[in-house]
């Protein structure tokens, strides 16, 4: 058993000589980093909705926006630390339709994404408002020039304890939802290669 193992292990590194003689010592450090991105792109991601029921309602905070190596990313903070779940449901729209008065938003872009977290931008309690979105408006602070994948990012309002985002993007490809900690990520990649 150990001759085999030793033997499979030769063939190995024989073949991973050969692999890196072959290829200019530039390219293979291009190559790595490139198959390395790839495998930190490619989990949880897909064009079909996402969604999450478990919730314990707690209001946003903030949205916001970052650009990361192969997705662009919007973050909706909720109040508190460590709060428990947040519900979601993320999906690709053909029109972005206010929930409640059901007036279309223009969102501009190739798609859509209608992102909804159970997360109001008002406190239930008191009824103060916890995030200053304006219907209709681009989200306050967030500036989306410069971005490979977002184009445009509305607001939507909050509505029965829901709060709704509509998301343009180049076009309709994959995106990933998950929560960490008291933060919702929603991560929309920059193209569909590596995640056929």
């Given at each position: 058993m150990r001759r085999l193992h030793a033997g499979l292990a030769a063939l190995l590194l024989a073949g991973a000589g050969l692999t890196a003689a072959a290829v200019p010592a530039g390219t293979a450090a291009a190559a790595g980093s490139a198959a390395t991105a790839q495998a930190r792109c490619t989990a949880g991601w897909g064009s079909l909705p996402k969604v999450s029921t478990a919730t314990e309602y707690k209001p946003l905070r903030d949205i916001r926006a970052g650009r990361h190596e192969c997705y662009d990313r919007m973050v909706f903070d909720i109040l508190g630390p460590g709060t428990g779940?947040?519900?979601?449901?993320?999906?690709?729209?053909?029109?972005?339709?206010?929930?409640?008065?059901?007036?279309?938003?223009?969102?501009?872009?190739?798609?859509?994404?209608?992102?909804?977290?159970?997360?109001?931008?008002?406190?239930?309690?008191?009824?103060?408002?916890?995030?200053?979105?304006?219907?209709?408006?681009?989200?306050?602070?967030?500036?989306?020039?410069?971005?490979?994948?977002?184009?445009?990012?509305?607001?939507?309002?909050?509505?029965?304890?829901?709060?709704?985002?509509?998301?343009?993007?180049?076009?309709?490809?994959?995106?990933?939802?998950?929560?960490?900690?008291?933060?919702?990520?929603?991560?929309?990649?920059?193209?569909?290669?590596?995640?056929?």
């Open positions: 779940p947040v519900g979601y449901h993320v999906r690709y729209v053909d029109k972005l339709q206010q929930d409640g008065s059901g007036d279309v938003i223009p969102v501009s872009g190739g798609a859509i994404l209608e992102v909804r977290v159970a997360a109001p931008s008002y406190d239930p309690a008191t009824g103060q408002v916890t995030y200053d979105g304006k219907a209709r408006q681009p989200l306050p602070e967030v500036d989306l020039a410069g971005y490979r994948t977002f184009q445009d990012a509305r607001f939507g309002g909050s509505f029965e304890g829901d709060t709704q985002v509509g998301l343009g993007v180049r076009a309709r490809l994959p995106f990933r939802v998950f929560q960490e900690s008291n933060h919702l990520v929603v991560d929309v990649a920059h193209s569909w290669q590596g995640f056929r």
